[in-house]
């Protein structure tokens, strides 16, 4: 175990529905307060679980929705009351790890904070601990670092990162600058990349200090910056926060804090990089959901849930059992079924990404209470 | 509408899971008592209104077991008590309609009894009507007569009925002898059948003279025989029938009525046929119950159930919804999906047969919960 680094602070965005899990990951039940790898706890439970060697128990921050507040403080009992962060409605990740770092950087002027997703799957803690100890020398030295996944496949379901030239850093070997971002590929594209070992992964980790963060906001939005600063200054008085929250969070710019941090830094050199070499996954849609319990063997039938009754003849893909019906399958192959109480979802791996499509005419069809 | 038949009495044997279509059809719902045609009642219900129109509704009777006494009284409101027949446990057809055959014949030496499945799908009332009235004038001629369906395609799933020369019988313009009976055919051997007009499928219907049907019982199978008549003897004793049925019924030998009765008269020239030229169905398995559903459409998705929410995107096949669920299918194709409070099952219409040996299983692994 790695001492717990001094001037860091973990910020968990636990935001997000993930509407392509439907009806396993809805708005009472987003996807990082389930278990999609049979660990036996959420993926917000594994992250805090990565994060805590590297940060320590105080020193990890959730922002999420009022509505998650009581699941969090459920998975997280160590978290201390001062680090949940709640909005009052969701405004994407520039407003939410924005706010994270206005208040942390309030708090102790000179933190460095990471943020990292609540509901991505890694595998490999050693790797990403160096990973995140080497960010965090490139941080300290004024730049906002990122770690870039080096691809395993070429994928065509995540953004890219072209890095450039060596970032000489002490503590940080593999540091490099980013050159740019690049949106999904198509196939052929992906295939480039991924015999081009400069394309990373973007899996959304960025640690910088957290003044650095709040200064490229400045730049870019000063709106989106004097909302923060306003949040900020009264959030850790209880009798301010409310009116505050209430008047400042829903006039917060929506967007992506890669729109307004992460491209613009890069265009400046301002930005670094440093390849993670572990397993990672956003788990984004059911064909990921698949291949992560599938143990690499592609005619298995991967299987979750604690009290799943599930008997196959001739069937791969994956069960997902809410319930304690029996679930049989008889010839049925790159299947997914998602079966909880008031939803069943059947289709197959290649459908995976037209669930969204699903959620989207239950929206319009008075289905909104399975939602 | 025709007047009832006078010497006519009509039986339904309603015994039968029907586990090729579990979990709709199972132990305590079995396939009888369902509505697998959208019609808004079970096939029981169904059969008994073909049914009354020619014998009359004192003149129905339905042999079922103990169990399904409510289910059959409630769908059935019309049934004298005295005709409702129950077995004590299921002993197949010959015992089942031999029992009816003994018990009508004591109470009217020369009645006529035709026995009709619960739970097949006939369209074509009519035709079916006539088919009934020419088979009975055979069987007023002392022959055991069936209703042979011409079939509509080379299907593989049924057993079929060769006829030979015409049988001049007044009332019964299409009567013909029956040559043979011939087990379910290979696919090319059943378009040969198809091709050649005098095979027609057997549908298990049975019209003859009841003491006529007992007399080849006794000539085939003397012990099934002697206990139909002590039960026969007792039956309408109320006071004597329940130790009788006690301890003969558990004897009588287990055999369908097509091996101790259809083929052998056959085989003397005593079993004569009426092509049915209605459309008939014994609703063996899901394929089945998609083509019964679909409208003749390939492409189309049947839906079945009164309360189905369902929510289907580029997909074909069927689903049965017995809960509150909201369904949603996505590019499954030739699917079925049966969804049940206990069990569900997804499997594709061209397993339809395998569903079988998915009951088998639960049998022997602890899933008999759900059968």
Known sequence: MPQPIEDFYAVIPAGGVGSRLWPLSRADAPKFLHDLTGSGQTLLR????????????????????RAHRAAVEKELPGIPDKNVFLESEPRESAAAI???????????????????????????LRTFEFAVQQAVAVAREGYICTIGIQPTEPSIGFGYILKSDELPVDGAPEAAFVERFVEKPDLETAKEYFADRRYLWNAGMFISRADVLLGEIAE????????????????????????????????????????????????????????????????????????????GRKNDLAILGPNARVLADASSGIVVSQTKRVISLIGVHDIVVVDTDDALLVTTSENAQRVKGIVDALKLNGGTDVL
Do not use: C
């Open 220 to 295: 870019q939005d000063p709106h989106l910056y004097a909302g923060l600063m306003d949040l900020a200054e009264a959030w850790d008085d209880r009798e301010r926060r409310g009116p505050v929250v209430d008047r400042v969070w829903p006039t917060l710019t929506k967007i992506a804090i890669d729109y307004v941090v992460a491209e613009p830094a890069a265009a400046k050199g301002r930005l670094a990089v440093i390849p993670g070499h572990f397993d990672w996954d956003d788990v984004g849609d059911f064909a990921s959901l698949i291949k992560l319990n599938s143990h």
């Open 98 to 124: 924005g706010l994270a770092a206005a208040i942390l950087s309030r708090r102790e002027p000179n933190v460095i904070i990471g943020s990292f997703a609540a509901d991505h799957v890694i595998r490999g």
């Open 46 to 65: 594994d992250t805090w679980d990565r994060l805590e060697p590297l940060a320590g128990a105080d020193r990890i921050a959730v922002v999420t929705g």
